[in-house]
């Protein structure tokens, strides 16, 4: 079946630095892949997707590409702040109504 | 505009008592779907309603029960609440094909003692 696999954190960070949370994913066919994010003691909101290959999701400075060939869909910012503390979650969806996620990565920005 | 709305907020419980979870959305969406969270893992899908007057096991349905009680309201009864049920449940949305993303509410958080 379908699974994501992401990096376990925590994730510490100073403010200013550049953010990589790696995410894998095994799945049959062309999923649409997407990231979620997790503020403290709030439910999941989307940050960002993409739908098919080599395609770029973008939102708040965070980017993220669709990786056929290494079936990735990493996560990058190039400059994080405090307030993106948060956990994180890489997700995919195959052509039915449900996700798959990853385990999640939570991400400490210090000042 | 609302989303998705979850009520109530936080509950305590005894083992043995019941009660039911309500989640309701104002987006037209089809699909609903009920999670549990716990620490320091992901979501696990417990039940989803692919449309109105359906409904399908998840991951993790033993000791839950599901009503899609109509386009907009789709909700999770214990009926006889365990400690291992101790958890945070999210209710979602989800735009249909081929956007599919879901949209969560607040969250629950149930204690079970």
């Known amino acids: 079946g379908d699974s994501v696999t992401q990096m376990e954190g925590p994730v510490t960070l100073s403010e200013e630095a550049f953010l990589t949370i790696n995410c894998t994913y095994t799945?049959?066919?062309?999923?649409?892949l997407f990231w979620y994010v997790q503020y403290p003691g709030e439910g999941l909101q989307l940050l960002l997707k993409a739908t098919k290959a080599d395609d770029k999701g973008s939102n708040k400075g965070f980017e993220a590409t669709y990786r056929k060939e290494t079936t990735s869909f990493h996560l990058e910012k190039g400059s994080v702040q405090v307030s993106d503390s948060a956990v994180y979650f890489c997700?995919?969806?195959?052509?039915?109504?449900?996700?798959?996620f990853g385990g999640g990565t939570r991400l400490m920005v210090k000042p | 505009n609302a989303g998705v709305t979850q009520t109530p907020k936080f509950q305590v419980l005894k083992t043995g008592q019941s009660m039911t979870l309500q989640c309701a959305q104002d987006m037209n969406h089809n699909s609903m779907y009920w999670y549990r969270q716990d620490p320091g893992m992901g979501l696990r899908l417990i039940y989803y309603s692919a449309s109105e007057g359906t409904t399908d096991k998840g991951e993790v349905p033993n000791g839950y029960n599901v009503s899609r009680l109509n386009k907009r309201e789709f909700s999770l009864r214990l009926e006889s609440a365990a400690p291992s049920q101790t958890s945070v449940y999210f209710c979602a949305s989800s735009v249909p094909p081929p956007s599919q993303e879901q949209y969560f509410g607040p969250g629950t958080r149930l204690t079970v003692t």
């Open positions: 997700a995919l969806n195959n052509a039915g109504n449900m996700l798959t």
């Open positions: 799945a049959t066919g062309y999923p649409s």
